[in-house]
């Protein structure tokens, strides 16, 4: 099921050979890929191999027990629109480590269809695709029936992509389904997801769930229930959030944020409820409205969730569409504590930067961190006045000098999640500060807008720091090449921040 996009504009680089690091280039060639199904289609005769999908449909069941799975099937019609016989169907997978893959099948015309590598010399280039073998030619103008189905059980990275335990689950926009690829040919088009298309939750009875589309069916099946949700060409890719969840009583009020936990909670939630929803409200006046099929956001309790920036054990915060998961760690802390709240807002902002569009793989701190910190900044002056903005940007000026004193600093441009955590600290702060400095260059309204119209134009793709520039430098008219190259090159704060700052008390 080719749910995400993503795929298209990393094989659109690839095939083109468009580097996607230079300012601009990203746009572009979003662009080029989004045109390039039109241009064929306007083309009578084919000029590539290729095929299209006339219908697609996934079901998705949670099975209880000591070690939960859950199972995936993607069913597809596919029509051979082409110049050309095919024998095969390339198709990227769910990473099998991460989502603990297992019992992977494929079907064409009902018949079991073998899985292999791709040649040796499209390896490199596309890692993570495997082939799906026809046992016989796939004719032109022919339609054929695809079936991919595999199960998810002992995941090895409990995180943003995938939690499963034994009374909730989650799977995130990304990664978790079928991404079907082109026949490697450089005109070939992609299979585009048809007009609508319809998926299929299977959980026990009850189980309160979250996911993307128009609920369009509902049917109890013995002791579990078919939640069917239909997707239109446009939407991004389908989550889903499930559990044996309790429902604060303060929601039941009508106004204010949501949460589900796996036991009752012992303290009254409606001031953290009534701030979220505050917050969530800034976050869209200022950065574009969310899902409209939204309507409040939701703090989600997930037993299995880790913290990967600072190890696998504490508290835990998450962000899925038009909401956070929290593990019990996170609810431990307190509901009403500044910490709790703080990270629960931090992890929200991770909807318009993570969701909407999302990072470049292997992504710097900066991007990933960063722009969700940044929004906290955003939220602060909007909730508490300019006081509140200088006050969070002294604040981590103060946790950058700290995490100086434990560690060698290493350029902001470069520094990722899998580094050590002391340098990670250090990153963490600066990159707040680096975005305030950009604010502070661009201007308050210039900055905003211009993060907006990225989150629109980019929407359903991957970004970087060339992105961001290159949708400021548009906005302002600015040349921010030495801003970019002294915060993400040099190490060390711009005296001239600092100056700025000066004086400040936290």
């Excluded at 899925?320 to 709790?340: D, K, Q, Y």
């Excluded at 560690?407 to 250090?426: C, F, Q, S, Y």
């Amino acid at each position: 099921m080719q749910f995400f996009d993503h795929w298209q504009i990393v094989a659109a680089r690839r095939n083109l050979s468009i580097p996607a690091n230079r300012a601009l280039g990203s746009f572009l060639v979003v662009v080029f890929a989004a045109l390039l199904p039109i241009a064929f289609s306007s083309c009578s005769v084919p000029l590539a191999p290729g095929y299209k999908v006339l219908k697609e449909s996934c079901d998705v069941r949670f099975v209880s027990g000591s070690a939960p799975e859950l199972q995936i099937r993607a069913h597809y019609v596919l029509q051979n629109s082409g110049n050309s016989d095919l024998r095969f169907v390339d198709v990227v997978l769910p990473d099998a480590k991460l989502y603990g893959l297992k019992d992977l099948h494929a079907e064409v015309d009902g018949r079991e269809s073998a899985f292999s590598d791709l040649p040796e010399e499209y390896q490199q280039e596309t890692p993570g695709i495997r082939r799906i073998l026809m046992d016989r030619p796939w004719m032109q103008k022919q339609t054929r029936e695809l079936v991919i189905s595999y199960s998810f059980s002992s995941p090895e990275d409990l995180g943003a992509q995938i939690t499963l335990g034994a009374a909730d689950f989650h799977l995130s926009s990304l990664g978790w389904s079928p991404a079907l690829q082109p026949p490697k040919h450089v005109l070939s088009p992609f299979p585009r997801r048809p007009e609508r298309t319809t998926y299929t939750v299977r959980v026990p009875v009850d189980f309160l769930i979250l996911a993307r589309g128009h609920q369009t069916g509902r049917k109890q099946e013995g002791g579990e229930v078919a939640y069917t949700f239909e997707l239109r060409k446009d939407d991004l890719s389908p989550y889903m959030v499930a559990g044996r969840y309790t429902e604060s009583q303060s929601s039941h009020r009508g106004s204010g944020a949501v949460l589900w936990t796996l036991q009752p909670l012992g303290e009254d939630a409606g001031r953290i409820e009534e701030h979220i929803a505050r917050a969530w409200e800034v976050l869209q006046s200022n950065f574009g409205s969310f899902d409209q099929s939204i309507r409040a956001p939701h703090i989600v309790e997930s037993a299995g969730l880790r913290a990967h920036l600072t190890g696998e054990t504490g508290a835990a915060f998450g962000s899925f569409p038009g909401g956070v998961l929290v593990n019990h760690a996170a609810l431990a802390l307190g509901i009403s504590s500044e910490a709790f709240l703080a990270k629960t807002i931090h992890a929200l902002a991770h909807n318009w930067f993570g969701d909407e569009m999302y990072l470049e793989r292997d992504a710097a701190l900066g991007m990933g961190e960063g722009l969700p910190d940044y929004a906290t900044i955003v939220i602060d002056e909007a909730l508490g006045g300019e006081a509140a903005r200088r006050r969070r940007i002294v604040k981590f000026l103060q946790e950058y000098d700290e995490a100086r004193k434990a560690a060698v600093e290493t350029p902001l441009g470069t520094t990722v999640l899998t580094d050590m955590a002391e340098k990670r600290r250090i990153s963490l702060a600066k990159a707040l500060l680096f975005y305030a400095a950009l604010e502070d260059t661009c201007g308050e309204a210039q900055m905003r807008n211009s993060l907006a119209h990225m989150v629109v134009l980019m929407r359903g793709n991957e970004v970087g720091f060339e992105d961001l520039r290159a949708a400021l430098e548009q906005s302002t008219g600015k040349d921010l090449a030495e801003t970019f190259r002294v915060w993400l090159n040099e190490k060390g704060i711009p005296e001239k921040f600092r100056d700025r700052y000066s004086g400040e008390k936290d």
